[in-house]
Nanobody, 120 residues
Framework: QVQLVESGGGLVQPGGSLRLSCAAS????????MGWYRQAPGKQRELVAT???????NYANSVKGRFTISRDNAKNMVYLQMNSLKPEDTAVYYC??????????????WGQGTQVTVSS
């Protein structure tokens, strides 16, 4: 099993920035893909950004140029730097990971989620 714990959510004004962090623990020796998904009220969960252990990335079109995903494989961490935040970025953000899989699909393991609210 792999456990994922997110941190860094909160309330921010439009145009502001937040950095989300996710720490992986457990059977993490061969985690291949880590990433972020989000779910806004009344909407389906959607991919935000994913990254392979080799550095390949996949971003949702809506966040390209504003969000940056990064990983520290030695520390088993994944980060999401979110800049120029918009009200439509408001959602619960979930960390996701898989030992194998693809940067284009959801992995097997999920964090508990962290709320991001963008509002003035």
């Amino acid at each position: 099993q792999v456990q994922l714990v997110e941190s860094g959510g909160g309330l921010v004004q439009p145009g502001g920035s937040l950095r989300l962090s996710c720490a992986a623990s457990g059977r993490i020796l061969t985690i291949y893909v880590m990433g972020w998904y989000r779910q806004a009220p009344g909407k389906q969960r959607e991919l935000v950004a994913t990254m392979s252990s080799g550095g390949s990335t996949n971003y949702a079109n809506s966040v390209k140029g504003r969000f940056t995903i990064s990983r520290d494989n030695a520390k088993n961490m994944v980060y999401l730097q979110m800049n120029s935040l918009k009200p439509e970025d408001t959602a619960v953000y979930y960390c996701n990971a898989d030992r194998y899989g693809s940067i284009y699909q959801e992995g097997d393991y999920w964090g508990q989620g962290t709320q991001v609210t963008v509002s003035s």
